[in-house]
């Protein structure tokens, strides 16, 4: 975490926003990726790859994950008064299959050229859709359901199995 981002949380000036960011990936979106900040006002800000990126306002609210010693960690956000744009986003992403990236990054409103801390990449594992809202839940660091050894010995990976047996 930035000092800057620290001093904000620590003492909480009144010239400092922080700007909570989310960005969704999958292949069958319409743009691939939907950006969204919390806030009234559309935001453009570098990413930590130095690409400007812009984010569309929105009335979310985000539930971030506590620091624990579980094996998986939640993020849970709800999105109100989505489109029927976000639905359609949704439902051409269930049918193609594969899994949808949640990036959460946090931008100090005075300094947009980059996140004020790294960015918690995670992945969707559940949802609910209806046409007033969506919420999803999105994990990282699943250790409990993470397979072990993690290198799984195929003849692709250990040709000499071909011949035990």
């Known amino acids: 975490?930035?000092?800057v981002l620290q001093t904000v949380y620590a003492s909480a000036p009144i010239d400092q926003i922080i700007l909570h960011t989310l960005e969704l990936k999958h292949p069958a979106f319409e743009a691939g990726a939907i950006r969204l900040c919390q806030g009234f006002d559309d935001i453009?800000?570098?990413l930590e790859d130095g690409e400007t990126a812009t984010f569309t306002a929105s009335g979310f609210g985000v539930s971030l994950p506590q620091r624990s010693?579980?094996?998986r960690?939640?993020?849970q956000f709800q999105l109100d008064n989505v489109t029927g744009e976000a639905l359609q986003n949704i439902d051409a992403a269930l049918e193609a299959g594969g899994s949808i990236q949640v990036i959460y990054r946090q931008f100090l409103e005075s300094d947009l050229s980059a996140p004020a801390q790294p960015p918690t990449v995670m992945t969707a594992v559940s949802g609910k859709?209806?046409?007033a809202s969506v919420s999803v839940?999105?994990?990282f660091h699943d250790l409990?359901?993470?397979a072990w050894p993690n290198k799984f010995y195929t003849p692709d990976f250990a040709p000499g199995l071909k011949y035990y047996g």
């Open 129 to 131: 859709a209806n046409p």
């Open 73 to 75: 960690q939640d993020l």
């Open 137 to 139: 839940i999105a994990s």
């Open 1 to 3: 975490m930035s000092q």
């Open 144 to 146: 409990v359901n993470k």
């Open 69 to 71: 010693m579980r094996g």
């Open 44 to 46: 453009e800000a570098k």
